[in-house]
Nanobody, 127 residues
Framework: QVQLKESGGGLVQAGDSLRLSCAAS????????VGWFRQAPGPERMFVAA????????SYSDSVKGRFTISRDNDMDTVYLQLNNLKPEDTAVYYC????????????????????WGQGTQVTVSS
């Protein structure tokens, strides 16, 4: 069973950048869709970005499109989320999640479609 661990969060100022990493252990991320979600104080975990296991297809929420970039290194079993031009409203705990699929270009965006989750990494953006 694959286990996920996020890293790279921190406290930054508005306009700064961060790169989050999601590393897999106990298995490979090959043939897994990987997504990033975030949760500000409150019950709802929101979709941020996702990438197919082929790496050829990506999806972004409207709120981060043009500022965040998702990528993956299948040899390293790691998925990255580059966060540029950060805003205070990006403050949240960021989680990566994975879901197995046989379709190389499949992308999912709903929380319920992902089976494996990391513990999260805090991103705080001050104004």
């Amino acid at each position: 069973q694959v286990q996920l661990k996020e890293s790279g969060g921190g406290l930054v100022q508005a306009g700064d950048s961060l790169r989050l990493s999601c590393a897999a252990s106990g298995g490979t991320l090959n043939k897994y869709v990987v997504g990033w979600f975030r949760q500000a104080p409150g019950p709802e975990r929101m979709f941020v970005a996702a990438i197919s296991w082929s790496g050829y297809r990506t999806s972004y929420s409207d709120s981060v499109k043009g500022r965040f970039t998702i990528s993956r290194d299948n040899d390293m079993d790691t998925v990255y989320l580059q966060l540029n031009n950060l805003k205070p409203e990006d403050t949240a705990v960021y989680y990566c999640a994975a879901a197995q699929t046989i379709e190389p270009h499949r992308v999912w965006t709903d929380v319920s479609q992902f089976d494996y989750w990391g513990q999260g990494t805090q991103v705080t953006v001050s104004s």
